[in-house]
């Protein structure tokens, strides 16, 4: 599998505040996606990021609050809008490296606690 | 919709005591069932896949098997590293692009030394 790293790791932030957070394949990967994990829930699918087009959003998630790129095969940002308490969470991206495998393999993840 | 229910939520076990993990699923067209491991601040590693009913998969003391409804996470004589929490997945959907992953909760298991 692929090294995926993430930054920031983690970050305190104001409500109302932007924040961008970013995730590096080191080798061109197929699919990548981003995640959420709230505090004691599960992790969910945000959306698939897209090279070269709009991401695909999933139920519950709109691009004016989670905008998404995806500039080339190894890179992806993930932006939480106008952020509230309740986007305090876990973020993480996933991809899958080779076309026809299924399995997903994670990043670090980047820890976001807004205030 | 899809759903995974994970049990129990934790695990206490000694060092050396077996025990399983089960994941619970409901799918239209399960096209394969994962299981990742979690630390502390750390995102998920992955462990295993399985993509019929019948299937095992062994890595060290981990044994995952599958049936049509739900799958086990065998822990075999575990050491306090086996410490983390268990994630399950499940994949569903035919035709290119069936990609997402619904995830369960996950079994914090906790290996008293």
């Known amino acids: 599998s692929a090294v995926i790293s993430q930054k920031p790791s983690r970050d305190i932030c104001q409500r109302g505040t932007s924040l961008t957070i970013q995730c590096q394949v080191d080798s061109q990967v197929t699919m990548m996606f981003w995640y959420r994990q709230q505090p004691g829930q599960s992790l969910t699918l945000i959306a698939t990021?897209?090279?070269?087009?709009?991401?695909?959003?999933e139920s519950g998630f709109v691009i004016d609050k989670f905008p998404i790129s995806r500039p080339n095969l190894t890179f992806s940002t993930l932006t939480v809008s106008n952020m509230s308490p309740e986007d305090s969470s876990i973020y993480l991206c996933s991809e899958v490296g080779l076309a026809g495998s299924e399995t997903q393999y994670f990043g670090p993840g980047t820890r976001l606690l807004v205030l | 919709e899809d759903q995974v229910t994970q049990s129990p939520e934790a695990l206490r076990l000694q060092e050396g005591e077996s025990s399983s993990l089960n994941c619970s699923y409901t799918v239209s067209g399960l096209r394969g069932l994962f299981w990742y491991r979690q630390d502390p601040g750390k995102g998920p590693e992955f462990l295993f896949t399985l993509y019929s009913a019948g299937e095992e998969k062994e890595k060290e003391r981990l044994k995952a098997t599958l049936t049509k409804k739900e799958s086990f996470l065998h822990i075999t004589a575990p050491k306090p590293e086996d410490s983390a929490t268990y994630l399950c997945?499940?994949?569903?959907?035919?035709?290119?692009?069936?990609?997402?992953?619904?995830f369960g909760k996950g079994t914090k298991l906790s290996v008293i030394p």
């Open positions: 990021a897209n090279q070269g087009s709009e991401a695909t959003y």
């Open positions: 997945a499940v994949q569903a959907g035919s035709g290119a692009g069936s990609y997402q992953l619904t």
